[in-house]
């Protein structure tokens, strides 16, 4: 619902004022700023799929999420968007409403409903699915959306592996906006001022990113990835948080029996998480291990049970 002007290019004075204020004191700033742009154009071309990350925007409340939210749904007429939360995505019927879109924009994720993780890896894929609109028939289709949330807290999940870790993107919002300084609607005022010029900017970061296939990553998604990890998942918070556990040690092993029972203990304190059972533990210890750098061996014993040592680590 807008002229492409390549020559308004990055003439958006009212948008840059925006961004500097939510984070123009970040170390990743710059890094930011890259990374925004590529999901833009990303949404505007409909490759969501291609790049498989959903995009979180995090923090404080009254810190500039919404308002960014806003902008970039106003670069997408009504018929190419839906507002289905990942939460939901179980739903017989609901995310039908991603097909033919190329955004999907929710506001504030539930901090109570947990997300599928095997069907949040098979839209953010785009992987073929069933769809279904009520009373008709049963179609195939393939999900080619961006996904765009924005949240005071984290997503919660019982999938605690790296696969589901890693298909999201985080931009941090750490600078609340005073009371005094807000500005009613400024992200509709903001899209209806400087949409071309938006536009055109994000059209030009499209070849680069198109040769790297990925997104810029700024220091800040990595920093909060990482504690999302943890949270979701009680052994890599053992592993990296307790100060019990040591790695990359030349020679160094613990037994699995002694490192389960030091995870329990972490976890009854003060890791305040609830432990998984011993089976799980080895489980979830093995997606970790090539990931953190270390080895499961796991050899038969004598009676005939299995006996399992992390090699490369050690017990403080």
Known sequence: PFRYLPEEAGKFPKFAKFLAQSWGVDPDYEQKMKALQEVMSVVLFGLGSKFQRAILLHGAPSSGKTQLLRIIECLVP????????????????????????????????????????????????????????????????????????????????????????????????????????????????????????????????????MRRHTFTLPMSHHLLLAEFAAINNSVRLWMLESGKVRFGVEGGFIQETKAYNAYYAFCAGAGGSKPVPLPKFRAMARELSTELGFKLKVTQSPMGGTDCIFEGLSLT
């Open 78 to 209: 009504p018929e190419g968007k839906c507002s289905v939360p990942p939460e939901d995505w179980n739903d017989k019927f609901l995310p039908t409403a991603m097909h033919l879109k190329v955004l999907n924009i929710c506001g504030e994720l539930s901090d109570k409903k947990r997300i599928d993780g095997q069907k949040l890896k098979d839209i953010i894929d785009g992987s073929s699915m069933s769809g279904q609109y009520k009373n008709q028939q049963v179609f195939q289709f393939k999900p080619e959306l961006t996904h765009l949330f924005a949240s005071n807290h984290l997503p919660r999940t019982d999938d605690t592996s790296a696969g589901f870790t890693r298909r999201w993107l985080f931009f941090t919002f750490h600078h609340p906006v005073k009371n005094e300084e807000k500005i009613l609607d400024l992200g509709d005022l903001i899209a209806a001022e400087e949409r071309e010029a938006i536009v055109a900017s994000c059209v030009q970061s499209m070849p680069e990113l």
